[in-house]
């Protein structure tokens, strides 16, 4: 029991389709984040919000739309997606931001096939 | 920018046999280091850190890992596998007030 949840687990999608991810971590942890796994790729940071306020964009194409209206919960708005945006999204989270010593917690992830 | 790097992109060992994965990182400043393991199908989970003290650390499942400062390294040991053990593995670094950076991953399969 990692205490972060992610929905849905798997979702398959076309082009032209909107649709949501969505992270809640019940660890009262006050940073989240968004990472993308791909198949022989490093984890890439995505976003990064701390007490509901984004701290940081890794230079992520506008079609990912993050939103984090409190600490425990972040969404991740997916609109007009393109076929290598096909990956495992993986939700985190940590007591803060502040300073190297913190653990990041992962969520199981969603699992995003674009078609 | 740090880098980090993991050599071994797939290992395959027996059970009992003994286990060595490789990590280096490119940055010589204080760093904190960490192993995640993968289990298949399974959230990533945290395997062990390191932030100060002792350089060698000891994790869950009777894993260790050695920091080793002249060598910019962190690698995981562990000295019997068993089947279970089959998962994959992330190292990763983190400088103060930086993201944590990830390195490839190295997928271990154990056999029977």
């Known amino acids: 029991e990692t205490g972060v949840t992610q929905t849905p687990r798997h979702l398959v999608m076309g082009m032209t389709n909107k649709k949501s991810l969505k992270c809640e971590q019940h660890?009262?942890?006050?940073?989240m984040y968004w990472y993308k796994q791909s198949a022989k790729k490093p984890l890439e940071l995505m976003f990064v919000?701390?007490?509901?306020?984004?701290?940081e964009n890794n230079s992520v194409p506008s079609r990912f739309s993050p939103e984090c209206p409190n600490s425990s919960h972040l969404f991740l708005h997916l609109h007009t997606l393109q076929p290598e945006d096909s990956a495992l999204y993986l939700c985190?989270?940590?007591?803060?931001?502040?300073?190297?010593?913190?653990?990041?917690?992962f969520g199981p992830g969603t699992r995003l096939l674009v078609l | 920018a740090q880098s980090v790097s993991q050599h071994n992109h797939h290992v395959i060992l027996s059970e009992a046999a003994s286990l060595e994965l490789g990590c280096n990182y490119s940055?010589?400043?204080?760093?904190?280091l960490f192993w995640y393991v993968q289990y298949p199908g399974q959230h990533l989970q945290l395997l062990l850190k390191?932030?100060?003290?002792?350089?060698l650390v000891k994790g869950i499942k009777g894993f260790e890992a050695e920091f080793i400062k002249s060598k910019f390294s962190f690698n995981l040991r562990k000295p019997s596998v068993q089947w279970s053990d089959t998962a994959e593995y992330f190292c990763?670094?983190?400088?103060?007030?930086?993201?944590?950076?990830f390195g490839t991953g190295t997928r271990l399969q154990v056999t029977l």
């Open positions: 390191y932030f100060s003290g002792d350089p």
């Open positions: 919000y701390n007490f509901k306020e984004q701290t």
């Open positions: 985190a989270s940590s007591p803060r931001l502040a300073g190297g010593a913190e653990t990041q917690y």
């Open positions: 940055y010589g400043g204080t760093v904190n």
């Open positions: 990763a670094v983190k400088l103060r007030r930086s993201k944590l950076t």
């Open positions: 660890l009262g942890h006050n940073a």
